[in-house]
């Protein structure tokens, strides 16, 4: 393998691995969600972040992975936060 081929080689692996990451950051936005709108009721509307964390965590995620996923869903405008530990769906 010549230098050329290497450096393609990298390239590549470069590039799936961004494509790895940026759909494991898809499927956390997506259980997060899923888990939002299973504690979210009708009357409410809200819930409470720690509700959320604790079930996030009950399946898995970190808590820095939790809060990384509320930074990013807020920054896309799919949830909102109404008061002080309280999320809602936007």
Do not use: C, W, Y
């Given at each position: 393998?010549?230098?050329?081929?290497?450096?393609?080689?990298?390239?590549?692996?470069?590039?799936?691995?961004?494509?790895?990451?940026?759909?494991?950051?898809?499927?956390?936005?997506?259980?997060?969600?899923?888990?939002?709108?299973?504690?979210?009721?009708?009357?409410?509307?809200?819930?409470?972040?720690?509700?959320?964390l604790l079930e996030a965590q009950a399946q898995g995620m970190s808590e820095a992975e939790v809060d990384r996923v509320i930074r990013s869903l807020k920054d896309d405008h799919m949830i909102i936060e109404p008061e002080e530990g309280f999320i809602r769906r936007a």
């Amino acid at each position: 393998m010549d230098e050329a081929d290497f450096e393609e080689l990298m390239r590549i692996q470069r590039m799936m691995a961004r494509r790895v990451a940026s759909e494991s950051e898809t499927d956390s936005k997506i259980k997060l969600m899923d888990i939002i709108n299973e504690l979210v009721t009708d009357k409410n509307k809200k819930v409470h972040k720690e509700a959320v964390l604790l079930e996030a965590q009950a399946q898995g995620m970190s808590e820095a992975e939790v809060d990384r996923v509320i930074r990013s869903l807020k920054d896309d405008h799919m949830i909102i936060e109404p008061e002080e530990g309280f999320i809602r769906r936007a």
